[in-house]
Structures are given as structure tokens and as C-alpha cells.
């Protein structure tokens, strides 16, 4: 075997341990919450001994971090993925408000917040990698789309980035916080559908293209 394909596989083989490490302590973090779970959990669900455990993340705390960072970041990208700029924002806005209400509103990512918000009393770190990772990414990339509809004369702005802060609270307006706090069990797809055409309608009122 070549050196290249000692190098290949070896570079395979880590990125397999390390997601086989990740995937399992996802299940125990999910099951038990970050105080609750504990690098012995881990090795069990994981498989692998304690020590490969530390050899790819020093700490439960990074590992955790580890975990929030790329999780919420991949999703993100699924997220906030502008498919084709040339589509009507009307209609491009509405697609990209119901792939993020969905989110919000599925069940594990109920509990998966849930975890994150009592996680970060005692570890702001994992707050933030969250934050980072998803909402400020997604911000980001409304941003960009939003500035690129103010250069074609499709929408108008001063401040992009305040509007789509504000487009991301407009379009999940009551169906998000109810399910978090233990309101309502779930939220009908109607409801949703509601919440993101109501909240596209008030973007578009006050920073659609006027006449």
C-alpha cells in the first residue's frame, strides 16, 4: 500500500471514529442534558474506550461545543440555502420561511433548544457556538440576499441586516415559543403556514418595492 493510501485511510478512519464519538454522545447529551451526562455515559454509547474519547476532544465541555458548533452550523446551511435569487422574493421568502418554521417546530429540536438554554447557564460557551453557528449564519445569509434585492430594486432598506433580523422573528411569530415552553404539544401545519405568510406580507409592507 502506498503512503497516499495509508494516508487516505488513516484520515477516513479518523473522521469516522470521530463522528461514531459525536453521534453517540449526541444520544447521551439529548437523553440526560449536559450536567447530567458524563464522559463514562459517553464511552458506552460511543463504543470506543475513554481514552480515544480524550484523544479527539479534551474535555466533555469541548466535545459538547464540538457537537452544538457543527450540528446547528450544517443545519443552517440546509436552512438558509437561497435556491434561485431569480425566483419572486415573495415566493422565495415564504419557501425559506417554512423550512425554517418546520425546524423550530419539530419536536427533537424543541427538546434539542430545550438542552442549549439549560446548558448555557453553567457553560455560556455552548450558548454562543449555537448562536454562531445557526442564528448569526442565518442572519448572515438573509442579509446577503436581502442586500443583493436592494441592488436589483426589488426591496428597499437602509439597514439589511435589521430586516432580516427582523424577517427571522416575523416568521415563526407565535408557533416557536409556545412549543418551548411547554404551552402546546405541537403547532398544525396551517398555523405555521399562517405565521410565515403573515410575516413575509408585514416584510414586504414595509420594505417591498414601492409603486
Do not use: W
Not at 47 to 53: A, I, P, Y
Not at 147 to 164: F, Y
Amino acid at each position: 500500500m502506498t503512503a497516499l493510501a495509508i494516508e487516505v485511510e488513516s484520515s477516513a478512519e479518523h473522521t469516522a471514529k470521530r463522528k461514531q464519538i459525536m453521534d453517540g454522545a449526541r444520544r447521551v447529551f439529548m437523553e440526560h442534558g449536559f450536567d447530567g451526562a458524563s464522559v463514562n455515559d459517553i464511552v458506552r454509547a460511543t463504543g470506543v474506550s475513554k481514552g480515544t474519547v480524550y484523544a479527539y476532544f479534551p474535555s466533555k465541555e469541548k466535545l459538547f461545543e464540538t457537537l452544538i458548533f457543527e450540528d446547528r452550523r450544517g443545519q443552517a446551511e440546509r436552512l438558509f440555502e437561497i435556491l434561485d435569487e431569480s425566483r419572486p422574493v415573495e415566493e422565495m421568502l415564504r419557501e425559506i420561511g417554512l423550512r425554517f418554521g418546520k425546524m423550530l417546530i419539530d419536536p427533537q429540536q424543541v427538546a434539542y433548544f430545550r438542552m442549549i438554554i439549560a446548558a448555557s447557564a453553567k457553560f455560556p460557551q455552548a450558548g454562543r457556538a449555537f448562536y454562531e453557528a445557526g442564528p448569526r449564519y442565518g442572519i448572515a445569509r438573509i442579509t446577503a440576499y436581502i442586500e443583493e434585492k436592494v441592488r436589483q430594486g426589488e426591496l428597499q432598506t437602509n439597514d439589511p441586516e435589521i430586516a432580516a433580523r427582523q424577517l427571522m422573528e416575523l416568521i415563526h411569530c407565535g408557533t416557536s415559543k409556545p412549543l418551548l415552553f411547554g404551552v402546546t404539544d405541537s403547532i398544525a401545519p396551517k398555523e405555521l403556514e399562517r405565521a410565515v405568510n403573515a410575516g413575509v406580507a408585514t416584510f414586504l409592507a414595509a420594505y417591498g418595492r414601492r409603486g
